[in-house]
């Protein structure tokens, strides 16, 4: 990040207390890790779940840190030749710096959210974006509360696009993350059981989704799923919007044929690459976007077709005569079902799911994996290979069926030598689908 600001305007920006001989000293970048606190001489004291910055504030000052951003109270007296702004809460004064810094930027900025297919539409549209001009997303799981202000603040004025996802697990995160990137474009992917531990029931969750409504910028447009049976309510949405999905009352509307295809305004256009189902709806998603940020056509079809899938998502790795469906990075029921599809559709001679908890289902849970064993029937699962205390439920539905071949274990060790000897033996497609927690990928590496 390159901030280019004075201690006098971040403490003015935060609402904060400076402390400092020269308050026209510079503030460009900053960390809130010691340990590596030579990529910046300023230290921010965050309160995360684990640690708290606080912590740690006499050890950067030890390592050289000159500037140290903390809560009211809680800096120790420090040297004289260290600057101090102490404000009252230090997430919510990153978060209001991340929106001062995303507010004084030029570039469109589309949100993403969704219980499904949040992170695949993000690569898609960024891959468009990059075509069209510089681009800036957020990596990996920076989708928080304390990761949107620190992808936002990677925002340089080289930017013409910033996409952005936005992760939810509580009432009110999606409004308190899209209030900091102000978007021009929100994207609702779609709305399914996912962290029902804290949401309690999919009209919590849908209240959350569209959350991202009210802090669209002015004139911003809503991008929404309308194949999706809660999101046809946003249909009644006075502003502008733009609706994808199969249905004849899309607005951009996917044709059922095997490259990805689509009309939008009574123009029809083809992307020569095949995509399953749910990509589609991913890929047309991110079209919408693209459009609504006003990006050309031709530069949306070189967009797709330059994506990358992302690690552990759905990604499709061959080892002798076993070909591994990798998707590792979550699961809920939603994508579950759907990775179980994908298997079910798979030539090979022999289907082999393994499978790992659904974590955050919270009272739903027994039911939802009780809903796997009827999943791994319908889509003839030969071998089901079950890990984790919820799992349980779904091995015990299969108990007296015959029809697909059941181990069961608290963890993935109690049947890995028999998951490594029937790959040997006889390969086939072997699904890997569980919520992070679970890890799975590390059976890569066993098996």
């Not at 965050?46 to 009211?72: C, M, P, Q, S, Y």
């Not at 091995?395 to 040997?424: C, I, R």
Request: hydrophobic share 40%; proline share 3%.
């Amino acid at each position: 990040m390159k901030l280019g600001l004075t201690l006098s305007k971040l403490a003015s920006i935060t609402k904060g207390t400076l402390r400092t001989q020269n308050p026209q000293a510079s503030f460009d970048s900053f960390v809130t890790d010691s340990r590596v606190l030579g990529r910046a001489d300023a230290f921010w004291a965050l309160k995360g779940h684990n640690h708290d910055g606080h912590d740690f504030i006499t050890d950067a000052v030890r390592k050289g840190a000159a500037v140290i951003i903390g809560e009211r109270g809680r800096v120790p007296i420090l040297p004289s030749d260290v600057s101090t702004v102490e404000v009252e809460d230090s997430l919510q004064a990153l978060q209001a710096l991340a929106k001062y810094h995303r507010l004084n930027s030029t570039l469109k900025i589309a949100a993403i959210t969704g219980s499904n297919g949040k992170s695949t539409t993000k690569q898609m549209l960024k891959s468009i974006c990059e075509q069209a001009g510089e681009t800036v997303a957020n990596m990996g799981n920076f989708n928080n509360q304390f990761g949107v202000p620190f992808s936002l603040l990677e925002i340089k004025p080289k930017h013409k696009y910033g996409v952005f996802e936005l992760g939810a697990s509580h009432v009110g995160d999606i409004a308190e993350t899209a209030s900091l990137a102000v978007p021009d474009v929100g994207v609702i992917t779609n709305i399914s059981a996912a962290h029902l531990e804290f949401f309690k029931d999919l009209e919590t969750v849908y209240r959350t989704k569209t959350e991202m409504v009210s802090s669209l910028a002015a004139g911003g447009t809503l991008v929404y799923n309308i194949d999706d049976e809660m999101l046809q309510r946003l249909e009644a949405y006075k502003g502008k919007a733009i609706s994808f999905g199969f249905s004849q009352h899309a607005d951009l509307r996917i044709l059922e044929t095997e490259n990805f295809s689509f009309t939008y305004k009574n123009e029809a256009y083809v992307v020569d690459m095949p995509l399953l189902r749910h990509d589609k709806l991913n890929a047309a998603a991110a079209c919408a976007a693209a459009i609504a940020m006003g990006i050309f056509m031709d530069e949306i079809k070189k967009g797709l077709l330059s994506y990358t899938p992302m690690p552990m998502r759905m990604e499709r790795l061959r080892r002798g005569e076993t070909e591994f469906i990798l998707d590792c990075y979550n699961a809920n029921p939603a994508s579950m079902q759907n990775a179980l599809e994908i298997l079910g559709k798979q030539p090979s001679s022999l289907r082999i799911a393994v499978l790992g908890d659904m974590k955050e289902l919270g009272e739903s849970a027994k039911n939802y994996h009780r809903l796997v064993a009827r999943w791994l029937l319908d889509n003839k699962v030969d071998y089901a290979f079950l890990a984790g205390p919820e799992m349980k439920y779904a091995a015990d539905t299969l108990k007296n069926d015959t029809s697909v071949t059941v181990f069961y274990g608290m963890t993935p060790q109690a049947w890995t030598h028999e998951l490594k000897t029937l790959l040997q033996k006889r390969g086939g497609t072997c699904l890997l689908k569980a919520s992070r927690g679970m890890q799975f990928e590390n059976l890569l590496k066993e098996i």
